[in-house]
């Protein structure tokens, strides 16, 4: 039996499931120009005082996003929280130096039942490892 050539092949012909189309014979693709979507960045800092070594850091990490933000022809906004929420930069403004935060906020102290809650989390955990083990002794 010989074998047919390449060119009669529905792909040479451009119309097989290669071509990724699903254009009718005589139709072809039109490219249309997309604007880009505008980039809006959110950036929000915890100044809870579990953060008062990184307190800097995060301050230059907030500026530095601005800025590329900003380069980029985009919007950014900057707002810190703790026992409230503070705004540093406006939507659209971009920040010509750094702003430091202090990180003092007493928002890291946590309510009176958590350690009773956790205990329970914990206790429930190793409850459900022991049947998920006794449920493996008595399979096998």
Same mark, same amino acid.
């Given at each position: 039996? /010989?074998? =047919? &050539? @390449? %060119?009669?092949?529905?792909?040479? #012909? ?6 990724? +189309? ?34 800097? /850091?995060? =301050? &230059? @990490? %907030?500026?530095?996003?601005?800025? #590329? ?6 919007? +950014? ?45 914990? #206790? ?17």
């Amino acid at each position: 039996m /010989p074998r =047919s &050539s @390449a %060119a009669g092949t529905p792909r040479a #012909a451009g119309t097989g499931a290669r071509t990724g +189309s699903r254009l009718g014979p005589g139709m072809r693709p039109v490219h249309r120009q997309v604007p880009f979507p505008p980039l809006r960045v959110g950036i929000a800092c915890d100044v809870s005082g579990s953060m008062r070594d990184f307190a800097k /850091p995060l =301050s &230059s @990490a %907030a500026w530095i996003m601005a800025q #590329a933000v900003a380069w980029s022809a985009g919007e +950014s906004a900057t707002v810190c929280f703790g026992e409230s929420v503070t705004a540093i930069t406006r939507p659209g403004a971009s920040p010509a130096r750094v702003r430091e935060f202090r990180a003092g906020d007493a928002t890291e102290r946590f309510w009176l039942f958590q350690g009773i809650e956790t205990a329970l989390f914990v #206790a429930l955990a190793v409850l459900l490892l022991a049947a998920v083990h006794w449920v493996r002794r008595c399979i096998t």
